[in-house]
């Protein structure tokens, strides 16, 4: 990893120099104001299926979160926030303790963050905030190889500073979207294909209800699925009538939607990249369902909105999408159809500009 004062030491070393003027141009590499952009993300299709090496297809959004700031010449960071809760000073402490274990020289940096993601909506503020700070410290991410091994160290620190198992879909997006188009990832090899949207859709996401990973809900997935590979082998690479085989009810259900939904990503993509936006929509409303019945991380709320959109005339087809327990769902519509929720657009990865 790069420490950015090394690095401008380094620089200075090039001409000739005095020790003032060393310490001079040090100072001025560090107080320059520097801006991360880190983007949030919604899930077209495939969720929990990331911590089983399986398929999902999100995108990086257009509501980002900000981070301003200078280097300091110590190791402390002082990094304020407006609108983050006391999480923010867990997500700091967790990066930088993985930079540094992952042997980072983590400079100290003073900023300011912002976000427009909504936080608690399971549009990936925290993957995002995550990034933002990674790349303030000064995490390589010129190559995608060093956003893929970004992300693993990030998806560490999420699992670090909330306790939750989670898989690596929010913290590969944020650093590898691509405007324009939604991230095909197999999340078993870390594959990425990115896959326009067609034009003619508007992609929107009505918010439903808060919501927290942190409960015990989402680890007891995570668990459920590794006990019926335990029966089967890899979900990734199961075969849906290999379930049966299952003898425990909840972890045959669990089996059940992870290897049908990888199925589906499949289709999905197939669907939308050869324009049969029919089929497209009738694979979100199956994810929905089984998500629902199957997998048991919908709510009541969740399903109302989801059978009034099934409903809405304009409306290809609509899911929960990403955690669940609350949060958000996702619909792609024909283009300027009036529905309630926000339009969002497809945005490139995290970026750092001075
Ligand atoms: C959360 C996790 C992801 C993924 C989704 C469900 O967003 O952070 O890793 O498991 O839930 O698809």
């Known amino acids: 990893m790069v420490d950015s004062l090394t690095a401008a030491t380094q620089q200075g070393q090039s001409e000739p120099t005095s020790p003032r003027r060393d310490r001079y141009r040090l100072w001025q590499m560090a107080s320059m104001i520097r801006r991360v ?36 010449l110590g190791r402390a960071s002082d990094i304020q926030s407006s609108n983050f809760d006391q999480n923010t000073s867990r997500y700091i402490s967790a990066v930088e303790a993985e930079m540094r274990e992952a042997g980072c020289d983590v ?17 990936s503020s925290s993957a995002a905030l995550e990034t933002a700070l ?4 000064g995490a390589p991410s010129s190559t995608h190889e060093e956003r893929v091994a970004l992300a693993k160290l990030l998806q560490r620190a999420e699992q670090r500073a909330v ?12 650093l590898i979207g691509r405007k324009d188009h939604a991230a095909l990832i197999d999340c078993g090899t870390l594959d990425v294909t ?21 409960g015990s809900e989402y680890a007891d997935r995570v668990a459920q699925c590794a006990l019926a590979e335990q029966t089967i082998g890899p979900l990734r690479l199961a075969d849906i009538d290999a379930v049966l085989s ?23 993509v197939v669907a939308l990249s050869s324009g049969d936006l029919t089929t497209a929509g009738q694979l979100m409303f199956d994810s929905h369902q089984s998500l629902a019945t199957e997998f048991d991380v919908s709510t009541p709320q969740m399903d109302a909105v989801i059978d009034e959109m099934r409903r809405t005339p304009g409306v290809i087809g ?24 926000w339009r969002v657009s497809t945005a490139d990865g995290a970026s750092i500009s001075e």
Do not use: W
């Open 163 to 174: 306790g939750v198992p989670c898989g690596i879909m929010d913290q590969l997006i944020c």
């Open 246 to 268: 299952i003898e425990d009810v909840t972890a045959r259900k669990r089996a059940r939607h992870v290897i049908s939904e990888n199925g589906r990503v499949r289709e999905f």
């Open 194 to 214: 990115h896959v326009r949207i067609p034009d003619g859709i508007d992609v929107v996401v009505r918010f439903v209800a808060e919501r927290t990973l942190a």
């Open 107 to 123: 400079p100290g940096i003073r900023g300011e963050l912002s976000t427009t993601i909504p936080v608690g909506a399971g549009l």
């Open 318 to 341: 609509a899911r929960m999408t990403g955690g669940g327990f609350g949060g958000c769902v996702v619909a792609i519509v024909e283009r300027g159809v009036d529905i309630a929720g």
């Open 37 to 72: 952009r880190a983007p949030g993300r919604v899930n077209l299709i495939g969720d929990h299926t990331d911590y089983t090496g399986g398929l999902v297809l999100p995108m990086a959004i257009n509501f980002a979160t900000t981070l301003t700031y200078e280097l300091t």
């Open 134 to 137: 990674a790349l303030a410290f």
